[in-house]
Nanobody, 128 residues
Framework: VQLQASGGGLVQSGGSLKLSCVASGLSLDDYAIGWFRQAPGKEREGVSC????????YYTDSAKGRFTISRDKAKSTVYLQMTSLKPEDTAVYYC??????????????????????WGQGTLVTVSS
């Protein structure tokens, strides 16, 4: 069972990247899937979440209006389309599955312990 994040890279400020989170050994229908990031020296923070129960999406303030989360069930993949990237978006991005919820109703730091199958993440670097 794993979630494999990919698609990171080096991009200039204002550019775009599309991250992929491929699931193997688990069904995306059973879990809310979150995207998270961790910059050097900073705590892990939530970015966006996809609710498997009803297809609703959630974005933290840093992602609203710039990032879009989506899911392709046939490909067992959750995407994070990132636009208007800023240097402060530089971080390792991870995806993870919430083992307790199918809704993104508790997408905050105190509930991150509910997420599992983090994987190694993918590095996004935004140059100014």
């Amino acid at each position: 069972v794993q979630l494999q994040a990919s698609g990171g890279g080096l991009v200039q400020s204002g550019g775009s990247l599309k991250l992929s989170c491929v699931a193997s050994g688990l069904s995306l229908d059973d879990y809310a899937i979150g995207w998270f990031r961790q910059a050097p020296g900073k705590e892990r923070e939530g970015v966006s979440c996809f609710s498997s129960a009803d297809g609703t999406t959630y974005y933290t303030d840093s992602a609203k209006g710039r990032f879009t989360i989506s899911r392709d069930k046939a490909k067992s993949t959750v995407y994070l389309q990132m636009t208007s990237l800023k240097p402060e978006d530089t971080a390792v991005y991870y995806c993870a599955a919430n083992l307790m919820r199918r809704l993104c109703t508790h997408f905050s730091g105190r509930y991150f312990h509910e997420y599992a199958y983090w994987g190694q993440g993918t590095l996004v670097t935004v140059s100014s």
